[in-house]
């Protein structure tokens, strides 16, 4: 059984940063890519960021991009999201997810494990 648990998540003022990671267990991390998503209150959880298994591959949502970085630790299991320039507008809880084997690192339906999520408020 795949368990993925984030921590890191907080408040922090516009302008400020934060650093998520994810812990992941249950089968062989660094064969699958993992993402991040995030759901606002009342919106629908949408893609941030991804990245493959070897890492040399990354992914951003344009909301993000020059702001957030994702990179991973295969040795530790874990991923990780610097979240830098922080805006009132990321504010969001945020989810882990590892993908299935092969698929877009965009879509949701493509990953089937996912964490409890850790919450990023962003006060202006």
């Known amino acids: 059984q795949v368990q993925l648990v984030e921590s890191g998540g907080g408040l922090v003022q516009a302008g400020g940063s934060l650093r998520l990671s994810c812990a992941a267990s249950g089968r062989t991390f660094s064969s699958y890519a993992m993402g991040w998503f995030r759901q606002a209150p009342g919106k629908e959880r949408k893609f941030v960021a991804a990245?493959?298994?070897?890492?040399?591959?990354?992914y951003y949502a344009d909301s993000v991009k020059g702001r957030f970085t994702i990179s991973r630790d295969n040795a530790k299991n874990t991923v990780y999201l610097q979240m830098n320039s922080l805006k009132p507008e990321d504010t969001a809880v945020y989810y882990c997810a590892q993908r299935r084997y092969s698929g877009s690192v965009y879509q949701r339906a493509e990953y089937d494990y996912w964490g409890q999520g850790t919450q990023v408020t962003v006060s202006s």
């Open positions: 990245i493959k298994w070897s890492g040399g591959s990354t």
